[in-house]
Every structure is written in C-alpha cells, then in structure tokens.
C-alpha cells in the first residue's frame, strides 16, 4: 500500500473543497460536490441502497461499541437511525446484552442490527490464515452474541477484521458465515477491514460470497483513492458498503485538546454515493446530534472545509494500517495494532477496548525494552516508540482495574 500524495492531493482537491479556499490550503481545496445536499431546511432523511440486501438506510447509523446507555440507543431510534453495529467483543459481550435489552420488545423489523465475530486464527501481523482456522468457534462465538441479543437473527453478521485476501477467501471463513445463513442466524453476511481495505474489497468481490463490506474510510488515509476505487467497484458488484472510523480517531493529538471536525469529517465520506452508510459512534446525545442532522444535509460550510484541510496534514491519533513501519521494527513488532489500542485509549478514551486488543497481541508491558536507536520511520511520523511505550503499560494493569 504505498503512499501517493500526488493522486491524494489531487483526488482531495477534487472532492472538498471549493476553489474560493485555494488560498488557504492548496492541497485539500476544490469544489465541493454537495452530492445528495439538500438544503439545511431540508427535513427529508438522505437513505441509501444496501447493495443487493434489499434494504435501505439512512445514510448516518450508529456504531455502538463505546455506547453504554440505552437512552442513547432509543434517542437514536428516534432521530430515524436504523442500523446498529456492535460486535462479540465490543464492552466484553456486555454492549450486545445492551443492544438486547433495548430491543427486545420492538418489532423485529423496525430496527438492523449488525453484529461481527472475529475469526480465530489469522496472524495479526499478516493477517494470514493459520491451520487452525475453524467455522465452529465462529458460530459458537455466534450463537453466544444472539443469546445476549435476544435475537433469532442478526441482519448483517461480518467476519471481523479480516486483513489478507487468502482470509477472506479461506473456506473455514466461508463456511461460517454462508452456515450461519443458512441456518437462519444471519440475513446477510459480510467482513469487516481496519487495514489494506483495496485488496481485501476486491477478494470479496472475487469470492462472490460477501454481501455487505465495512471498510475503513475518511480523510487522513494516504490511500484513500485506492479505498474509493476498490469501494466503486464492490458497490458496482452488488456489495453494500458501509463505513467505518470516518472522525480517524477523533482528535489530532493525545491530550485532546484539538478535536477533528467530525460532522465535516462524517460528510466528507458520505459524499461518495458508493457508501450506503457509516456508523460513527455516539457517547452523548450531543454527539449524536451532531451526527444525525447529517442525514438530512450533506454540504460541507467553508469552516468544515478549511478544518478538513487543516487537519489533513496534522498526524492525528488514527493509524492507517499501512504497514510501512512493520519492516524496520528490530523486535517486529504488530504495531498498527498497537497504534490502534493507542487510538482506542487516547482518542476514544475506551481503555477496555485498549486493555482486549493488547491482550491479544503477546507483547509485554514495554516492548521496546533494551532496543536503542529506533529504525521505524512511519508515513504518518507518529513517535512510534513514545505511543508503544504510552499504550502498552496499560497491558500490566489487572484487569479489574480497566474501566
Ligand atoms: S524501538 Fe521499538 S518500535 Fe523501534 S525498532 Fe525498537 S522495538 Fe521496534
Ligand atoms: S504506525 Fe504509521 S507507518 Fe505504521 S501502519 Fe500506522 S500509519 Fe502506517
């Protein structure tokens, strides 16, 4: 996945801003294409096609992982939003018992809930399947997640974080989610894709198997023309797209003292009309305000445009996942992922996310312990040292001490 600061530049340019800005921030300022923009007045939800699933959804949904409130979730419901996502591991099981108790005493059709199980077994730097990829712990994991849903179903079941075309290819995979609907356990079925989304889509796509793909998709991706192209073409073969960490971490550094635009940074994505929908995630109901008044207006004001451009060349908390720092690690170290507990821990303040995804990666509590003179040069020029030392501390905490 190399960087392409030309082809970005330009596609940025493009697709933004508006030429009166030019002056301002020459690498991110064109027209803007107020695609589906209704004028604010407007009070008509912008809804989308879910590929070939059939339904169709407001543009704005909701990714619950960091939600804990059901007032939220039903002040959501309200606001006209009907996707909710969550996954097996989000809040240790505890935000699908959440999602279960909200509810379960709503028509099953007036509501879409997705849910993602994570295949055991891929390697968490390559991503590649290993021998032990299995169909049964998947739809064990399943089978536990409609239990605390109080569901007979879910709408949308994706394999989670899947990173390497021979995964989303591997027929263990396969074979659990096209089980699981057969068995009735999932409408339809999909993936999920935090890293090399271009090739990941496109072996979906290959597959002929996945109907809905949730990718990855905002603004301080270097290769996001790469992700919009790979997007087109799913979306152009029938596949409902649906974006995922569009705000890129929330903030452009650690102390959060300079928050990202995330309204301008939510437009922005869903200014591709190849995405049906994306699901920031609310923890108040001013957030969710926020977000929600975007399905009804998607044209970005001047100050969105010149906080998108300003913030575009600002390093920010969210890790693309491309790998370029992997190589000169001395100690090969997974660190996008553990870029990722850092975003989790400093953008999203989710300390159990943080805590779970650490676990999961055998690294100690300082990892970079006794190598000097680090090598790593990454494209975003995080510190990549200071950040793995900041979030892997965490890992030596006890448990009953991460909230
Ligand atoms: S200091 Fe840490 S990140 Fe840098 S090369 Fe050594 S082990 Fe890898
Ligand atoms: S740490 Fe930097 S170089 Fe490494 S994957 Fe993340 S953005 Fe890319």
Redesign the pocket.
Known sequence: MKKNPVDRRTFLKRSILTGAGAVIAPSILAESKNLNSPSSENKTIIKRKLGKTGIELPIVSFGVMRADSPALVQAAVKEGILLFDTAHGYQRGKNEEMLGEVFKNSPRDSFVLATKVEPEGTDRQTGLPGPNVSAKPFLEKLDISLTRLKMDYVDILYAHSLMAKEAVLHPEIILALTTAKKEGKAKHIGLSVH?NEPAVIRAAIESGVYEVILTSYNFKQ?HILEVKKAVAEAAKAGIGIVAMKTMAGGFHDKARTQPINCKAALKFVLQDENVTTAIPGNTTFDQLAMNASVNYDLALTMEEKMDLAKGESQGGL?????????PDCKKNLP??DL?RAYMYTYGYRDNVQAYDLLNTLSVSSNPCSGCTDCT?????N?N?TERIADVARLSSVPAEFIS
């Open positions: 890293r270097d969210y890790c693309q996942g491309c790998k370029q720092c992997v660190i996008p870029m790593v040069v990454c494209a975003k995080f990549v």
